[in-house]
């Protein structure tokens, strides 16, 4: 079945530093594959997407890159700001037969420090 | 602009009772809606998905149920809940890209 881990620990940063979280796969092939912000209590806010058949996506100070010989995606924040501090999901796409379906990572936390 | 809605926000019930969260859409017509159930510490769960009126397909065996008796309307039961149903659980629909999720409601069961 498909795996997908997200390393569980929350991860503490210092203001102003890059974070890099990272999300690895197994047993699937997705055509593509989505980071989303989650903050507690509240639903998850998609990020960005990235395709099979591109390397790195950017947008604003958010970069994702997207290894599918390592079964690996990268999520970077430059420049952080405590205003970043939440949980952060990959999914993958496990479409089949035009039905969208996505399975998620558990999801890293993320504290900016001040 | 599209909207989606969940309700009731929280809810604490016994075991043993009955169990009906609604979700609504807005601003799109005949979406793929999503039911996922998020526990403490774990990641989301797909629970239930849906292509249409009257069309669910269920991922995991479990003492649920949902039902979509209008296009942007998903909702989802229990005949007699459990202490495992505890969690939060979200709404969502979908396109081929991403997905948009509803505010969540949050279930405890005593």
């Known amino acids: 079945s498909q795996k997908i881990e997200q390393n569980s620990e929350a991860l503490n940063i210092q203001e102003g530093k890059t974070a890099t979280l990272t999300c690895n796969y197994t047993n699937y092939s997705p055509a593509y594959l989505q980071w989303y912000r989650q903050d507690p209590g509240r639903g998850p806010v998609f990020l960005l997407l990235?395709?099979?058949?591109?390397k790195e996506k950017r947008k604003e100070r958010l970069k994702v890159t997207f290894d599918t010989t390592l079964k690996q995606s990268l999520f970077h924040i430059t420049a952080s700001q405590p205003a970043d501090s939440a949980t952060y999901l990959c999914a993958l796409d496990i479409s089949t037969s035009g039905t969208y379906k996505y399975i998620f990572g558990t999801g890293t936390r993320l504290k900016v420090l001040a | 602009s599209q909207t989606i809605h969940q309700w009731p926000a929280t809810l604490v019930q016994p075991v043993g009772s009955p169990l009906s969260l609604e979700c609504t859409v807005e601003?799109?017509?005949?979406?793929?809606l999503y039911w996922y159930r998020q526990a403490a510490g774990r990641g989301l769960q797909l629970l239930f998905y849906?292509?249409?009126?009257?069309?669910i397909s269920s991922e995991v065996p479990q003492n649920l149920s949902a039902s979509r008796p209008q296009d942007r309307q998903f909702i989802l039961s229990s005949k007699k809940l459990l202490l495992s149903d505890s969690g939060f659980y979200l709404c969502?629909?979908?396109?081929?890209?991403?997905?948009?999720f509803g505010p969540g409601t949050r279930l405890l069961v005593l």
């Open positions: 849906s292509v249409g009126i009257g069309q």
């Open positions: 990235i395709r099979e058949n591109e």
């Open positions: 969502a629909w979908g396109t081929t890209e991403t997905q948009y």
């Open positions: 601003g799109t017509s005949n979406p793929n």
